[in-house]
């Protein structure tokens, strides 16, 4: 079946340095959508990207979506405590179901 | 406008106890997922609703677990004869009636199920 998969698992930073997660469809996505979760906390919508080579950004965040709509990334800059927390890409299989990545985990360095 | 709840927000159960957690979708969603997530793992789909159906139970162990979403009040998904590895936490989200189920998706708080 489809599956979408997500790298890294874990990635730890030193506050202030950049993150980047990335998000691979084994079949081309009609959409992508970006989701966070803070420790203790419940998914919280970020981001659709429907367009082929679609770039979103939403303050230090930066979302793309690939020319062949199969992979995409989420890049945060100058990262800060707030962005804490696991970030899943989720995209729809051919029966229009959310498949969803297994999430990276930011976790910044004391 | 109140977003998804779900209630209880923590659940205690013995082995061999019935679990009931319940879910209202946000005001003008009909569909409701559930999902299940062990600590530091993602999200696993379990089960696809509609008002008075479900569509998709795919991910829903066959045994001890069901779900419904009547006409009136709440989704409930229910877990028959806890047994420890039950203990998780179990996510709802609801979705407007649009395009289907690639619409996003709003997650409710989850309920904690620890099984003693």
């Known amino acids: 079946g489809q599956q979408v998969m997500q790298i890294p698992q874990y990635q730890h930073v030193q506050e202030g340095e950049d993150f980047t997660t990335y998000c691979n469809s084994s079949?081309?996505?009609?959409?992508i959508q970006w989701y966070k979760q803070r420790p203790g906390g419940h998914p919280v919508f970020l981001i659709q990207?429907?367009?082929s080579g679609e770039v979103k950004k939403q303050k230090r965040l930066t979302f793309q979506f690939g020319e062949a709509k199969k992979n995409s990334s989420l890049h945060i800059t100058a990262t800060q405590t707030t962005d804490v927390g696991t970030y899943f890409c989720?995209?729809?299989?051919?029966?229009?179901?959310?498949?969803w990545g297994a999430g990276t985990k930011l976790i910044i360095k004391p | 406008n109140a977003g998804v709840m779900q209630n209880p927000r923590h659940l205690v159960r013995r082995r061999g106890q019935e679990a009931r957690l319940r879910c209202s979708p946000m005001?003008?969603?009909?569909?409701v997922y559930w999902y299940r997530q062990l600590p530091e793992e993602g999200l696993k789909f379990m089960v696809y609703l509609q008002k008075e159906n479900i569509i998709d139970e795919s991910g829903m162990p066959k045994e001890r677990f069901s779900a419904e979403f009547p006409k009136e009040g709440p989704s409930i998904l229910r877990i028959q004869q806890v047994v420890r590895g039950d203990s998780a936490a179990y996510f709802c989200a609801s979705s407007p009636q649009t395009r289907g189920r690639s619409d996003t998706q709003y997650f409710g708080p989850g309920t904690r199920l620890t099984v003693l």
């Open positions: 989720a995209g729809p299989d051919s029966n229009y179901q959310l498949i």
């Open positions: 990207l429907v367009k």
């Open positions: 079949t081309t996505l009609s959409n």
């Open positions: 005001k003008g969603h009909s569909h």
